[in-house]
């Protein structure tokens, strides 16, 4: 029975360390770069091209709009991801948006919340995507958790970058339209 009490003693201590460790922790954050062989323009319209989201995000299984602003900014979705066989409804709200430059996003879902940061450069090869990433969550436990799984999300957000990577750049090149040129004798 001692042996018993014992174990049941310092089990709550762990867990109660555990969770104050969430008390003490804000966020986790990282940042992810890729270059892709496209001009900014086609990468930042394939980026956000909705209709064809799951072509590189494989885990959407739908999207949906909520609201939409006329400058995007404040607008908000509707994702439901298949995460390992369980489907997770993600509220995802435009909270930045400069055309062809950045594109910022915060998702909710459950006991997480997740920012992105998005930004569009103009590189040699084409266009450079610095990506930052910041995930919290909403309660102490949670932050703990978090603070476990946070090279995970990396994994996840590497995976997804270098999917829509091979997405644009096997896309169909746009040539731009050329202006006619009429001769007169």
Do not use: C
Not at 92 to 98: I, N, S, V
């Amino acid at each position: 029975m001692k042996t018993l009490k014992k174990s049941g003693i310092i089990l709550l201590i762990v867990f109660l360390a555990f969770v104050a460790l969430g008390l003490f922790l804000n966020k986790q954050e990282y940042q992810l770069e890729t270059e892709i062989n496209r001009p900014v323009e086609e990468v930042f319209q394939l980026f956000n091209d909705h209709n064809r989201l799951s072509e590189w995000l494989t885990e959407v299984k739908s999207f949906e709009s909520i609201t939409e602003t006329e400058d995007k900014v404040g607008s908000k979705y509707k994702l439901m991801v298949d995460n390992d066989g369980k489907i997770v409804e993600l509220i995802e709200t435009l909270t930045g948006y400069k055309e062809n430059e950045t594109l910022e996003m915060d998702f909710t879902a459950g006991w997480m919340h997740k920012y992105n940061h998005f930004t569009f450069e103009k590189s040699d090869n084409g266009t450079k995507i610095i990506a930052k990433y910041s995930i919290e969550g909403t309660n102490p436990f949670a932050r703990s958790l978090f603070l476990f799984f946070t090279k995970t999300f990396q994994e996840i957000d590497s995976t997804n970058l270098s999917r829509f990577k091979t997405f644009a750049e096997k896309q169909p090149i746009l040539i731009a339209p050329t202006t006619e040129i009429e001769i007169v004798n």
